[in-house]
């Protein structure tokens, strides 16, 4: 039974989303909450990452936007005082804290429990050797292996064992720091590197199992010792590539039972012998030619496989692990899709095939080979009656431009070289094996040469053999009704066939949508969600309630750069307002990840890509009001043309004004018939139109392809030469539209974002970017409220936003981006849809904008909201927003700041005060402070060196040694601040500073581009590896000195729920 | 193209994958996703057409070790999908060639998930299916056929030994073991635990087991309406407080009905390999692999019979004992097989339990000369 003694829980979250701990959290954190408000128990949430659902107080009872630090959260504990501590559910981030608060000994001094798995289960399970013993004692086989903290313990292991040998360090998440060494050679840059990225400097040398079979079990254990297995998942690539960054099918497809079972004996012997009450993750490696398997990880906590597990399965593994970390024993729990007992282990009559999502489309500079450790962004996954369905639909989820296996590029090669290639293990190594099955070679040749199991191979091959067959049959019901059920779009069939639309939809083929139940059909199902099929039987109709209207939500899909869980947040708010305005909440994304695809946040759930076809075959079952476009970032407004010309209603903003501020010449009549300024540009189609155009606007300019997502292609450019380096891939990104080359005005950057009814505009407040323009706003720290704009600049923001909104009836919400320059305030972009930045300023100002919007786009004046109308008045704390980057995962990528975004996620640092939100967003984004200064490295181009000056002069007061490359050296000795001098960068001595931590932090502004031969990359790149940090706006250096201020002060910070932080002010007033 | 015709006129049409020909049986369904090797092999689904709910049937084909008897005893499976393309080291063949040597009719490319929910709002029916398209007459005429259905008595001996034999005779538990339709599972089990097996025929009488001295007598799964084996419910009371018995499946049915309680056919069975059974005495639940069309009403239970598990989902009894007599038995199968290996430790519970009733050693002499 539930322990009654417990009132009040302390709920981590996991911080920032960075690659390896993403939104999955957000998910759990969230499910977490929710159950334990049902049993009426108040939560603590304490999390960094403003972003996210779990933060808003309609969640938890008290929020805390804070730092994850052990000093936050002692202060905290000692503030709220709360029974118990669940640190299950906030990933790596949540689990390493908790073990740090242990040590600390707060827990035991204010009597705070650690709920479900205790720490030294945690420390069992993720302490190398102590996890080797305990596997040892219970008799399960691990991998030969060995901890090491030397490079020369590390040697001779090697000496033992030979190469191919895997590296993973401690303590760190998404196996960050790991890899598979080969040689020598390899081997020591992996072992120094992991050494230097686990926090414990420990690393585990394991001998290598590469090409094993990858199976994982998600397990629950309760205090009575019942265990369960919710779900086993293979994946399709074997051992060697991260789990996170392979193909991977639920269930397993190749196990026979007694291997299944095997497996599933082992998991749950090993969840018992660690003691875990709650959810647990184990990864195993099974031969593909005998019996033998090893043992290969084991998360004692919620993660990406279990959030994975979840949606496959329709069972709430975090909330079921949050039950039992209060006292249930599973037999006592509901499971609340059928009613029936959460003690069961859940039944598919479908397949699962979930595809990580990589951001090489954007790093195109960037290693693309896929190892131990993860790289992937986000995920989407696909729901389908057979194998052959769910992978293609799979991979139509990851909304690239071909949807198809073939004609990827491959089929230009040679097949000797597309061979050659195939053992190459990257991103698109399935679409170069779909090409090799193309091109006929050998079903087990190819899997000699990647290990991939036959079974698969073979499927992919159905499909390709299929789509041959589409080439040249003549296409005739059967043969349509085939392809469909395979999983073809007709965009792929009318090409392949060369039939026409009118051929296809002559056929009167229906789609039919099947439901996720967790018991394949064996009971009554009361909350399901949706999948589509072919040639079946139809169940929406019995949970259609056909008296009440309806209104379409269109999810983000994957989280990816740039379109991250802040736009599930949207997703998740709209749905729920919805609900509440009394209509029926239909979400349509492809994410495993999010909340949004939760089984009861919408009223119904469809698991479908974000493709148009998808998307409209559930609209034209559904027949709804209309559909919401503008909550699902980019995926959803793409989509908005194309569902308008096919006659469906599109809530809020309509396309046309979508379509204004998108379509360059539209949108500069636009401001100009308003009278309001922007920076001047042309749109172009073709690289001569460019050019002219950048003679036109003078140097520098700024180019960037219309309709993509985070700032994708964008970049300043200074010359001819760079103009034409980067014109072509914006040209790329681009697709059917032109690239716009504005003129590039280094000003200072402003952002509101509001919410109108079309007519009135409510604006919750204005933030100001601290880099100055030319950094993407979702790279750049910005600080709410302003703190540099003058009264009168203020008004003419919302004069402008005004404007706009009325002028382009704008209903819902907009987000505006100014420059200011010269006094002088510039329009540089308007986005009519939700922003990266309305969770943000929904909570600092405690206005719910979506909730508003969703009124006004349902016919509410924003009057009647209770909010007034124009700009909301300033509340009184600041909050200063830092993005955060994941360079450690990403190798060969240049972390210098540009217009093109290349942050995963962010954090809020809130406080009384500008200075010391400031530190605290520092603090929040990991950044160290130290009392013994170090040296710090400055490197200026010539372009800023005179802008830099009054920051170089503080960092000299502020007590830091200046080392500097010979430019600066002799410019800053002219201007008398005392510097050593270096050689054009000593990248070997640097290094040894870097890992002996003789270095605070680099000062390097880049020279041109993205040349990766230039010594500046080089040397951030290296400060990556050691978590040294660079900073490559002289902006974001000057802000980090103020902070360091507010640390050598000794300034007391305090820590506040976000709701007591907005209610100070009246406080602060009275007094 | 192939059809199935439900008792309550439902027909429908899939691709023929298995053997050439048309039966009769009773149809259920089986969500395990794992195991069908197994599956097709269960004697005690002898009469049945088995649906599948999992899509995708027979991915590692079918190997020389998974097999639970020698031949298998259902009339047919149904999938959405059955494997052209199978991978597996110990596969031997693909599914299908083993549907058309060992005359199983198998349809595809069927809605199994429709099919399944007609079963689950209907309850179990009996069916006809063909491996030939065939006509409206055809069908009107099978469906009045078909409402008739019903095994009996005579099923039993379709699926039990012909005679008498020995599995692992070198263990130290003399067993006498009833084969109403045994999976090999069980007898694996048992030896394993070492216990030498002498398996009889279903028509045994209980003075044969009860004049040779043996530790214990277990009676094994099998096909059908328990009520309708009256000889060997009433050889089990013959023998019940004389020996130790241990049942599962049909076998606690019969020990069920033995002891003077009813059973009753549930409305669309038991079959999987996820069905939670709560330990009455400590309240651990286990995952259990089941496969039973009936159930012992628990209201109709004697006083001195004890119920020790029940089903979690629609709280049916799933165990009892009764100690006096030292009778146990589990409806459930916890040789798994296919499924989870939780409840192996029934095994281990149930052999020690004989192990306290160990006859000396002439007695077991004396059964080894006998035999």
Known sequence: ?1071 | MGTLILQDGTVIKGNSKGAIGGYEGEIVFNTSMAGYQEILTDPSYAKQIIVMTYPEIGNYGINDTDFEADKPNLVAMIAKNFCAHESHYKSKKNITYYFKENNIIALDNIDTRSLVRKIREFGTMSAFITSNDVDEDFIKQKIKQIQKFKTNSTLLNEVTCKKKYKYNSTGKIKLAFLDYGAKQGIIQALAKRDCAVTVFPADSTAQEILDRGYDAVFLSNGPGDPADYKYQIEEIKKMMGKIPIFGICLGYQLLALASGAQTYKLKYGHRGANHPVINLENNKVMMTSQNHGYAVKTDTLAKYVRPTYKNLNDDTLEGFEISSMDVYAVQFHPEAKPGPTDASIIFDEWTNLMKRNLKNVKEVEYEKQSS
């Open chain 1, 1 to 1071: 039974m539930k322990n009654k003694a417990l009132k009040k829980i302390l709920v981590i979250g996991s911080g920032p989303i960075v690659i390896g701990q993403a939104a999955e959290f957000d998910y759990a954190g969230v499910q977490a909450c929710r159950a334990l408000s049902e049993e009426k128990i108040e939560v603590v949430l304490v999390n960094s990452n403003p972003a996210t659902i779990m933060t808003d107080e309609k969640i938890a009872s008290k929020v805390y936007i804070e730092p994850l630090t052990v000093e936050c959260l002692s202060e905290i504990i000692k503030k709220e005082r709360p029974q118990g501590l669940i640190a299950t559910l906030g990933g790596q981030t949540a689990l390493n804290l908790a073990c740090e608060l242990d040590k600390t000994g707060i827990l035991k001094e204010y009597d705070v429990k650690i709920l479900g798995t205790d720490i030294d289960s945690i420390k069992k399970a993720e302490d190398r050797e102590l996890f080797k013993n305990l596997m040892q004692e219970i008799n399960e086989p691990v991998p030969e292996s060995e901890i090491v903290s030397t490079y020369d313990d590390a040697l001779k292991f090697k000496e033992r064992i030979g190469f191919p040998i895997i590296i993973r360090p401690a303590f760190t998440l998404g196996g960050s720091g790991g890899g598979i060494a080969r040689n020598e050679e390899e081997y020591d840059l992996i072992v120094h590197t992991g050494l230097a990225q686990s926090p414990i400097n420990q690393v585990l040398v394991e001998k290598s199992i590469a090409g094993f079979k990858e199976i994982e079990y998600e397990v629950i254990r309760d205090k009575n010792d019942t265990c369960i297995t919710i779900c086993n998942m293979e994946n399709i690539d074997p051992i060697g590539i991260h789990t996170g960054d392979s193909f991977v099918v639920a269930p397993s497809q190749t196990l026979t039972n007694n291997e299944f079972q095997m497996l599933r004996s082992s998991a749950v012997k090993i969840i018992r012998a660690l003691k875990i009450e709650g959810g647990c993750n184990v990864q195993f490696a099974l031969d593909t030619v005998s019996n033998q398997y090893y043992v290969i990880e084991v998360n004692p906590r919620v993660s990406r496989s279990s959030a994975l597990a979840s949606k496959a399965t329709g069972y709430p593994i975090a909330k079921i692990s949050t039950k039992i970390a209060i006292g249930y024993t599973l037999d006592e729990i509901k499971n609340s899709i059928t009613g029936t007992t959460a003690a069961f282990e859940p039944a598919l009559d479908y397949v699962v095939v979930k595809i990580p999502k990589w951001p090489f489309d954007k790093f195109s500079s960037g290693d693309r080979i896929l190892g131990t450790k993860m790289k992937a962004t986000g995920e989407i996954m696909a729901i389908g009656r057979t194998f052959n369905s769910a992978f293609k639909k799979a991979v139509t989820s990851l909304e690239e431009r071909f949807c198809g296996l073939l004609n990827r590029g491959f089929e230009k090669l040679e097949n000797n070289e597309l061979l050659k290639e195939l053992s190459i293990q990257d991103d698109r190594r399935i679409f170069r094996l779909a090409q090799a099955l193309f091109n006929g070679n050998d079903v087990d040749m190819l899997h000699q040469i990647t290990k991939i199991d036959n079974w698969f191979i073979e499927k992919i091959k159905e499909i390709v053999d299929f789509s041959i067959a589409l080439t040249k049959e003549i296409l005739d019901k059967d043969l349509y009704l085939k392809a469909k059920e395979m999983g073809f779009l007709d965009e792929e069939i009318i090409k392949l066939t060369n039939a026409s639309k009118e051929t296809l939809e002559s056929f009167n083929t229906e789609v039919s949508f099947k439901i996720v139940d967790t018991c394949a059909c064996e009971f009554s199902a009361k909350t399901p969600y949706f999948y589509s099929a072919y040639g079946e039987k139809c169940e929406l109709e019995n949970y259609k309630d056909e008296a009440k209207e309806n209104i379409v939500v269109l999810g983000s899909g994957p989280i990816r750069i740039g379109q991250g869980i802040e736009f599930d947040y949207c997703s998740v708010h709209a749905s729920m307002e919805l609900t509440n305005q009394g209509f029926e909440a239909v979400m349509i994304n492809s994410n495993p990840e999010t909340l949004s695809t939760d089984f009861d946040i919408a009223t119904r759930l469809y698991f479908e890509p974000m493709n148009i076809e998808n998307v409209v075959n559930i609209i034209k079952k559904e027949k709804p009001k209309g559909v919401l476009v503008q909550f699902g970032g980019q995926t959803a407004i793409n989509l908005a043309e194309k569902l308008d010309a096919l006659g469906i209603k599109i809530l809020g903003t309509s396309l046309n004004s979508i379509n204004a501020v998108e379509d360059r010449n539209v949108f500069e009549k636009l401001l100009e018939e308003l009278n309001i300024p922007q920076p001047k540009g042309v749109a172009v189609k073709s690289i001569p139109e460019a050019l002219s155009a950048a003679k036109e606007l003078n140097y520098p300019v700024l180019v960037r392809p219309s309709y993509v997502i985070g700032g994708r292609g964008m970049q300043v450019v200074y010359n001819d030469d760079e103009l034409l380096t980067y014109i072509k891939e914006a040209f790329k990104f681009s697709n059917e539209h032109p690239v716009l080359i504005d003129q590039y005005l280094e000003g200072q950057e402003v952002e509101l974002d509001a919410v109108t009814d079309g007519h009135d505009i409510l604006i919750p407040g204005i933030c100001e970017h601290i880099e100055r323009a030319g950094v993407h706003s979702g790279d750049s720290m910005s600080i709410y409220p302003s703190q540099n704009i003058s009264r009168k600049n203020e008004k003419i923001l919302v004069n402008y936003a005004t404007k706009i909104a009325r002028r382009l009836n704008i209903k819902g919400l907009m987000n505006i981006q100014f420059i200011i320059k010269d006094d002088k305030v510039y329009v540089i972009e308007v986005n009519p849809r939700a922003s990266r930045t309305v969770p943000i300023m929904s909570k600092v100002t405690g206005i719910d904008m979506v909730e508003i919007a969703i009124r006004a786009i349902l016919g509410k004046s924003i009057r009647r909201a209770g909010y007034g109308v124009g700009l909301y008045k300033k509340s009184n704390l600041v909050s200063v927003k830092m993005p955060v980057f994941s360079w450690q995962k990403l190798n060969r990528i240049d972390p210098a700041l540009a217009p093109e975004m290349k942050s995963t996620g962010e954090v809020l640092g809130i406080e009384k005060t500008y200075k010391k939100a400031l530190y605290k967003a520092f603090l929040a984004g990991g950044y160290k402070f130290s009392s013994s200064k170090q040296r710090v490295l400055v490197s200026l181009n010539d372009h800023c060196k005179q802008q830099a000056l009054p920051m170089v002069k503080r960092l000299f007061k502020q007590g830091f040694f200046i080392m500097a490359t010979w430019g600066t050296h002799k410019f800053l000795e002219k201007n008398a601040i005392p510097s050593k001098m270096i050689e054009k960068f000593m990248i070997d001595k640097l290094q040894k500073r870097m890992k002996d931590g003789r270095l605070s932090f680099i000062i390097n502004t880049p020279t041109t581009g993205k040349n990766s031969q230039n010594a500046g990359f080089q040397i951030r790149t290296i400060a990556q590896i050691y978590g040294v940090p660079s900073f490559t706006s002289i902006d974001t250096a000057s802000a980090f000195l103020k902070a360091y201020k507010v640390f050598d002060k000794k300034t007391p910070l305090e820590y506040d729920t976000i709701t007591n932080y907005r209610k100070k002010k009246f406080l602060d007033f009275i007094r």
